[in-house]
């Protein structure tokens, strides 16, 4: 399986902060925000990993994460030109998908909560059709809505930001998707806002009964940090968690070795000319 993060849009809610950079590449807590979800694919033993991004800020990925060699994965890039919705990536992607299965994470969203890797490993593996993650929420009209069986998981409906919701379940910006999802992407059609929106595309699978939710459950954390207030509660969450357990959040060198993406030796040569910092003293301090 292969994995895309999207990491375009103007971030205007951001505002003025992403006039300079990215939103993608704002910080959380002690991290760009983009090592969050690229995080989360490596986690699901995802190693191949395209960013798309808009023409302005691509280099400034390039320059941060490389070619992902550092990581053990493999990074490429490719340019959203205008804003056409997430359902656009898969037809931007299509000759970086080729004949294999693909997962998609929106570059402003964190997740986190014990046993997430094995989920997604196993999610990966029996993956058939498209699986969403749902995550309850206070505020469900703010969201796109996943009705489901609560005894087999099987998706009922789909709504987005519904002003009479059917369920309490968002559908977060984590998704997983067959070989099919590049010829349905280009076959939707775009809503009034002009966009190729990701539940549309959702829809085509829960009509052809192909549509999985998978429940983050209680003590799971998802944050969507599209703007100031979240922004700063993911940092604080972050350095809260770290804190405490004294173990870092998408520390994508941690995770490569302890993946076994790369050995103890290239961990300590990948970060030899970044010495004299907290995040330097942990890496070279892991077991």
């Known amino acids: 399986m292969k994995g895309i993060v999207l990491a375009g849009g103007a971030g205007t809610r951001l505002f003025p902060a992403s006039i300079p950079i990215s939103k993608i590449l704002l910080p959380i807590y002690d991290k760009p925000m983009v090592y969050y979800p690229i995080s989360i694919l490596m986690l699901a033993g995802i190693k191949d990993i395209l960013v798309i991004s808009n023409p302005k800020d691509l280099d400034n990925f390039k320059k941060l994460l490389g070619d992902g060699s550092n990581f053990g994965v493999k990074f490429s890039y490719a340019v959203q030109e205008v804003p056409k919705g997430i359902a656009d990536s898969f037809i931007i992607a299509e000759d970086f998908i080729g004949d294999d299965n693909v997962a998609l994470i929106l570059g402003d969203n964190l997740f986190h909560g014990q046993g997430f890797s094995s989920a997604l490993k196993r999610v990966v593996k029996e993956n058939k059709g498209a699986t969403v993650f749902g995550y309850h929420v206070k505020d469900p009209e703010r969201f796109g809505v996943v009705e489901f069986d609560k005894t087999t998981g099987k998706v009922l409906s789909l709504e ?19 070989n099919n999802v590049v010829e349905y992407a280009k076959n939707l059609q775009p809503s009034a806002r002009g966009e190729l929106e990701i539940t549309d ?77 907290d995040y330097y003293n942990y890496l070279v301090n892991l077991d």
Request: with cysteine; glycine share 6%; net charge negative.
């Open 201 to 277: 595309l959702n829809k085509v699978y829960l009509e052809k009964d192909a549509l999985t939710v998978e429940l983050l459950s209680r003590g799971f954390a998802w944050l969507d940090t599209g703007t100031h207030e979240s922004l700063l509660k993911a940092s604080n969450f972050v350095h809260s968690m770290e804190e405490n357990k004294g173990e870092k959040i998408a520390c994508l060198e941690e995770i490569a070795y302890l993946e076994g993406f790369i050995t103890k030796e290239e961990l300590l040569s990948s970060i030899a000319h970044i010495k004299n910092n």
């Open 160 to 178: 987005e930001k519904p002003e009479n919701p059917k369920s309490k379940y968002a559908v977060t910006g984590l998704y997983f998707y067959d």
